[in-house]
Nanobody, 125 residues
Framework: QVQLVESGGGLVQAGGSLRLSCAAS????????AGWFRQAPGKEREFVAA????????YYTDSVKGRFTASKDKARNTVYLQMSSLKPADTAVYYC??????????????????WGQGTQVTVSS
């Protein structure tokens, strides 16, 4: 059963914006937090952002601070990643994930319980 479904990826010019959505099943939404990760060709997966389902906590990797904003709609079991001022270096497959883990913040990438299939974001120069 698919637990998380991402959408909203696409091709955009540098400086443009995109909003990614991640629709979670009831099971995947009954967790503590959601995270966004990305993986560029030939590179390891990297953490991008995390947000708690109650909205009390958020965290961003340095390279996206001030440009990306994570948000959630608990009533719709959906999390979002608003991406602005996009750069070619942001090109990657973006994944959302959810986790029950709450021992540290943000939760380590290996401690996420549910993962989406990914959505491609391509930023042209």
């Amino acid at each position: 059963q698919v637990q998380l479904v991402e959408s909203g990826g696409g091709l955009v010019q540098a400086g443009g914006s995109l909003r990614l959505s991640c629709a979670a099943s009831e099971r995947a939404a009954r967790t503590y937090a959601a995270g966004w990760f990305r993986q560029a060709p030939g590179k390891e997966r990297e953490f991008v952002a995390a947000i708690t389902w109650d909205g009390a906590g958020s965290y961003y990797t340095d390279s996206v601070k001030g440009r990306f904003t994570a948000s959630k709609d608990k009533a719709r079991n959906t999390v979002y990643l608003q991406m602005s001022s996009l750069k070619p270096a942001d090109t990657a497959v973006y994944y959302c994930a959810t986790t029950h883990y709450r021992a540290t913040w943000p939760p380590p990438g290996d401690n996420y319980d549910f993962w989406g299939q990914g959505t491609q974001v391509t930023v042209s120069s």
